[in-house]
């Protein structure tokens, strides 16, 4: 189906569905790449002076992507606020240990960081830039890196 685009505004209402689902499929990635190191953080040590409730290990979230400002937005983030079973511990605090490598506040030798390798893996070594860039290019665009 042919499309007249005259002006800013129709392009964007163009673009937006194609933004909306790209977005999303770049969330997706995050998300499950930060469950991904969640669960190697679970993995990789088992404490003795607790019982684990797993909240933190079902803190992930993904909210799916909807159109903002032109273009689109997504968010993948921990729920700390959701963890409250914990003993002298916030959720929070919890969540800041899990990205310093600490279980439980102790410093233990399997660290994965959380967050900082999420972002490492996704963002930092470009691979959600590659997604993009491959997402367009099967839309028609012609993107060059």
Do not use: C
Request: glycine letters at 6%; hydrophobic letters at 35%; aromatic letters at 12%.
């Amino acid at each position: 189906m042919t499309r007249h685009i005259s002006n800013m505004n129709d392009l964007e209402k163009a673009l937006q569905p194609m933004l909306v689902k790209m977005t999303d499929k770049l969330a997706e990635r995050v998300y499950e790449t930060l469950n991904y190191f969640l669960q190697d953080y679970y993995e990789g040590w088992e404490p003795d002076a607790y019982r684990r409730t797993q909240d933190f290990l079902r803190s992930v979230v993904k909210v799916d992507a909807i159109p903002y400002k032109g273009g689109a937005k997504a968010s993948v983030y921990i729920d700390y606020e959701g963890m409250n079973n914990y003993v002298n511990a916030t959720g929070y605090q919890v969540a800041q240990w899990a990205n310093t490598g600490m279980h439980g506040g102790l410093s233990v030798s399997h660290k994965p960081h959380i967050w900082d390798d999420t972002m490492d893996e996704t963002v930092n070594n470009g691979t959600l830039l590659i997604m993009a860039l491959k997402y367009l290019k099967s839309k028609g665009f012609s993107v060059r890196k």
